[in-house]
Each structure stands twice: as structure tokens, then as C-alpha cells.
């Protein structure tokens, strides 16, 4: 991975790894420090002595993939090549080597810090597109985004059933390939045209306590 984190290097890191890798395999509560140890080739004092405890430990692993995130999303700013960013081979770069341990904590209710990033990065290339929108969005800006990542992270908790109907693991370089013309093609050609979706929206009801036109995007 470009820009690789300089804590990569040290034993640290290797705890993180294999925390990561425990708590994939057997979640957190049943992951234990002694295990999480004998992976890294360390004592468990000093897997204490690091992390203090293993929420402090899980809290690093998902600080990780935070600053992970966060490098990938500059590097891909700086580029100026127009079209030039395969965002599935982006997400597969990060998320990768991870993604049992991430697939695991988000449906186990953790991962927030990485969700939360996830949305953070999705609202600031909203803010972007939303410049260049000749109609104005319906929702929030940030509504757009947790649900938009929220989709990005789909494909990676369902890889094995998407992998399976692809034909190619998702996340091999042909998969990934496949997968980024997928989504360029569901992108380019949208299941409803602006009528459409104009009169569906004038059938939904609404709810009580739902943001009025007006008041919809404060965020910018």
C-alpha cells in the first residue's frame, strides 16, 4: 500500500495484525489476548502493555484502517488523470487484507470509527458533485452519505455470495475490474429516469419530523 504507515514496521503493528486477524476469525468477544500474543510472537504483558486492554487494542486496529482510508483518499484527490480511479480497486487496497475483520465488526456493531470516516470522505465528494447538479438533492448531504457507505460496504460483506454470481473473487484483480465497470455502468445508466423518480417521490408520505425542502442540506 503507497504511503505505508511507519508503525508498519515495529512489533506493535504485528499485535494490530494479528489482532485483526483473531478477531475476524473468532470475533471480539471471543478473541483473547493470550491468542492475539502467541500470533504476534509476544508476550501478553506486552500486548498490555501497548494497548492497555483489548478494547483499547480494537480501537487501534480500527484506527488503522481510519488513517488507511485517509491516505487513499488524498492520493486519489491529487490525481488528476479525469476518470482515472478504479474506487473498487481503491476500497479493495484499503480493505483487502481486512476484510474479514471488517465485515465481522460491522455486523457485530463495531467499526464505528471506519464507518464514520467512510461517511466523513463520501460527504466531501458529495459536496463536489452536488456543485455540478443542475436539480437540488431531496435529502441531506449527509443522509447520501451514510447510505452510500453503507453500499460501498456491501460488496465486502456479501463477497462470497458476490463473488459466487460474478463468477471471479471480487476482490482478484478481474473481479475488481468487473466490478468497477459494473458500477460505471449502474452509475452512467440509473434505473429511473428524473420523471420517474420525481413522481414517485410525490407518492411517498411524509414522515413526521422529516427535514422540510428548506431546511435539507445545512451542511455547506
Known sequence: MAGQDPEDFTARARIR?????????????????????????????????HFGSKEALRDACDAHLVRALSRINDEVRTDAAPGGVNYVGVAGAVFGPYQRYLSRALVEGRATAVFDKLVELSAQWLAEVDRG?????????????????????????????????????AF???GSDLLARALLDLYSHPYLSPEEAAALRARLPRVPGSPDQDEKDHDD
Open 17 to 49: 495484525e494479528a489482532a485483526m486477524l483473531h478477531f475476524g476469525e473468532h470475533g471480539f468477544d471471543r478473541a483473547t489476548v493470550r491468542g492475539i500474543a502467541e500470533t504476534a510472537g509476544v508476550s501478553s504483558g506486552l500486548v498490555r502493555h
Open 133 to 169: 447538479r443542475a436539480d437540488p438533492p431531496e435529502v441531506s448531504r449527509q443522509a447520501r452519505a451514510a447510505v452510500g457507505a453503507a453500499m460501498a460496504l456491501s460488496v465486502g460483506l456479501l463477497r462470497d455470495h458476490v463473488s459466487r454470481a460474478l463468477g471471479v473473487d
Open 172 to 174: 482478484s484483480p478481474e
